[in-house]
Every structure is written in structure tokens, then in C-alpha cells.
């Protein structure tokens, strides 16, 4: 961004401020542009919303309130629209369209919202609204009544919460990027990585890293959702050897092991000819932050990769602890 008052390049820096959301101050990094001969400071709409939605998400997380991608989830696990979940619900024309949007929504609407997760007390709603009627009522109730019957499947309802977190069950919070953890999401990107760059399982781990990371730093919220931590070769999603194991299993990508000369067995990813890159499942912001790692990164070798995830404060400042890193570290991204 070129300063108005010079017309020069202007540096992208941050601070620690706070902001105040509903008469409460949150601790953010403030992103802003500065002008270095004038001292003035200024910002773009990507920089304010980046700005607010790292103290939105604190209010979120405090307050338990759905963040905008569980919100978008929740309708289209239904089929329906943003208009007919308003209708369903009871809430204005547009309410639900800008709560997907990012707008938070009040404490009664968010636990109606939360309530309507689980499909036998949404298939209630629906009922008591009046909203559905004819062929939309029968499709809504199909595909109700198959998402009851998928919850007493483990398969179905527990397997990929406990891949991408290692608990039966887990909270939308900073070590996730505050977005829901999905592993259709996470195997998607690793689907994506595997036809671009055919990567060894370790460079792959940092690949996935570095695109969630990167987009946390771009937008305030991670892609795929996966909690990461610092090991000896740099940052890896947990459970990472499963996932893979999994993606394999249901043919999303291929693996083959090759063993080195010094007895290791390395694994190499490569695509799956019956299987192509879904990249519908994605934002246009976020199939940018995933090429982006792509062209920094993809001329890469494995060892390079690894160096300079070493570099990263996210790993040095967690791997003696083998803690789970914080997406805060996201804005001290050295390498991307």
C-alpha cells in the first residue's frame, strides 16, 4: 500500500492493542501500515477486518458463541438455504446470511443456532416453524433422518473429530485457528499438495502447516482447522501418521515407502488417478494461500523445508515442551 501523504511503498507492521467488542477490550496484534517519514499510520479494509475478527474470535470463544464457518456448516449439513435457516429459526431475512458473514450474533439466537445442530431437536424446529412444506419437506426430512442414523456411527460421527484432535470431542479455540477442525477439509488440502508437489510425508507436514498458519495471518482464521506440534522435524498436525494412514485407506492419495541406504523408510505421496482435487470445498482467499505456499515452497527439498520450519518461533518456542502451538504465532511467520 503506497502512503497518501508520500505516495511510497509503506512498511506492514503490528502492535499490541486492545479492542473493544461489546463495551469489552480484547488484547489483539494491530496490523496497520506505516508511513516511515511521516510516522502515520493507516489501514485497508483486509487489515481492519483481520483486525476485528482476532477480537471477534475472542468474544466468540469467551461468550461460546458459533463461529461463521460452524454457522455456514449448520445450514448446509441440511441443504438449506441462509434465507430458509432465518425462516426456520425465526430470525430476520438476512440475519443468517450475515452471521455467515462474520457478523456475531446475540447470546439467544447462538444457543438456538447450537440447539439446531443436533438433527432431531432441528427436525422440531422445522416442524413448529412452517417454513418447509411439498418436496422441500421431504428432502429436509431424508436427509434429517440420515443424519440421525450417521450420529450412532462412529465412522461417520466420532473417527474424524478424534484424527484431527485425539479426543472425542473438542472446542473451536486459538490452537485451532478458531475454525472448526474438518477432516474433509485437512485431506483435501493434502490431496491438493500431493498432485502439486508429490511431496515425502515430512515436507508434506510442513506444507499443511504453513498454508493454515499462512491464512491465519492473512485472515484471522485457519483452512483446515487441525491442531499442530512442534516434534524434532518441525511442525506437524496431530496425528498426522493416521490421517495420512486414513487419506490412503479411502483412496485419496497413494503412498509407496522407499527404503534409504541408511535403514529409514521414507513415504512419498502421489496422486490418485481416480481422485481429483476438490476445490469446491474452499474459499477463493484460501486456494490463494495454499498456491502461495505451493510457489514458495514446492522447488524445495525436504531437508531445506525442515531448516527453515526450525526457523519458525512457532517451532523453537514449543518443541522442548512438544506443546501445541498457537496460531498467534502465524503473524511471526518468517518464511512466508
Not at 473493544?20 to 485497508?44: S, W
Request: proline share 4%.
Amino acid at each position: 500500500m503506497k502512503s497518501p501523504i508520500t505516495g511510497k511503498e509503506m512498511k506492514r507492521v503490528w502492535k499490541e492493542d486492545v479492542l473493544l467488542v461489546r463495551k469489552e477490550n480484547f488484547p489483539i496484534l494491530y496490523h496497520y501500515y506505516l508511513c516511515e517519514e511521516t510516522g502515520e499510520e493507516f489501514t485497508d479494509v483486509e487489515l481492519d477486518d483481520l483486525n476485528l475478527a482476532q477480537a471477534y474470535n475472542q468474544y466468540r470463544t469467551r461468550y461460546n458463541l458459533p463461529f461463521p464457518d460452524e454457522i455456514k456448516g449448520l445450514r448446509e449439513q441440511y441443504g438449506l438455504s441462509a434465507a430458509k435457516m432465518s425462516e426456520i429459526l425465526g430470525f430476520g431475512a438476512n440475519v443468517y446470511r450475515n452471521y455467515e458473514a462474520g457478523d456475531l450474533p446475540n447470546v439467544s439466537n447462538a444457543r438456538l443456532m447450537q440447539l439446531a445442530k443436533d438433527p432431531r431437536e432441528f427436525k422440531k424446529l422445522v416442524e413448529k416453524s412452517g417454513a418447509v412444506e411439498g418436496n422441500m419437506w421431504e428432502r429436509l426430512m431424508r436427509r434429517i433422518d440420515q443424519l440421525i442414523q450417521d450420529q450412532s456411527d462412529f465412522r461417520f460421527a466420532e473417527l474424524p473429530r478424534y484424527l484431527m484432535t485425539g479426543l472425542l470431542g473438542s472446542e473451536t479455540s486459538i490452537y485451532t485457528g478458531y475454525r472448526t477442525p474438518s477432516l474433509p477439509r485437512l485431506i483435501e488440502m493434502i490431496v491438493y499438495f500431493t498432485e502439486t508437489c508429490k511431496p515425502w510425508k515430512t515436507k508434506m507436514n510442513k506444507l499443511l502447516f504453513y498454508a493454515d498458519f499462512l491464512h491465519f495471518k492473512q485472515k484471522g482464521f485457519s483452512i483446515s482447522g487441525a491442531e499442530y506440534k512442534a516434534i524434532q522435524m518441525g511442525p506437524v498436525p496431530l496425528n498426522f501418521d493416521s490421517i495420512f494412514e486414513y487419506a490412503a485407506m479411502k483412496d485419496e492419495i497413494d503412498i509407496t515407502y522407499q527404503e534409504f541406504s541408511n535403514g529409514g523408510i521414507g513415504e512419498a505421496f502421489s496422486p490418485n488417478g481416480n481422485r481429483a482435487f476438490n476445490a469446491a470445498l474452499f474459499e477463493a482467499d484460501e486456494l490463494a494461500a495454499m498456491q502461495q505456499v505451493v510457489n514458495r515452497f514446492k522447488q524445495i527439498s525436504t531437508g531445506e523445508i525442515i531448516d527453515l520450519s526450525h526457523e519458525e518461533l512457532a517451532w523453537s518456542e514449543n518443541f522442548s515442551t512438544k506443546s501445541r502451538i498457537s496460531y498467534v504465532y502465524a503473524f511471526k511467520l518468517l518464511h512466508i
